[in-house]
C-alpha cells in the first residue's frame, strides 16, 4: 500500500511542478528557481516517513 501511495505524491508532485513551470517561467532564471523549488517540495515528501 505504501509503494502506491508513494507513486500517487510523486505524480501528484510531478504534475504540479509540470504546471507550475508552464505557467510562471517566464525566464531561464525563473526556470531554475521553479526547478530549485520543485526539488525541495520532492525533498520534503521523500523524509515525511
Not at 505524480?11 to 532564471?29: E, Q
Not at 531554475?32 to 523524509?47: P, S
Request: aromatic share 4%; net charge positive.
Amino acid at each position: 500500500m505504501k509503494v502506491r501511495q508513494h507513486s500517487s505524491i510523486w505524480l501528484a508532485a510531478i504534475m504540479a511542478m509540470t504546471a507550475f513551470a508552464l505557467t510562471a517561467c517566464n525566464t531561464v532564471r525563473g526556470v531554475g528557481k521553479d526547478l530549485q523549488a520543485g526539488g525541495r517540495a520532492i525533498e520534503n515528501v521523500a523524509t515525511k516517513d
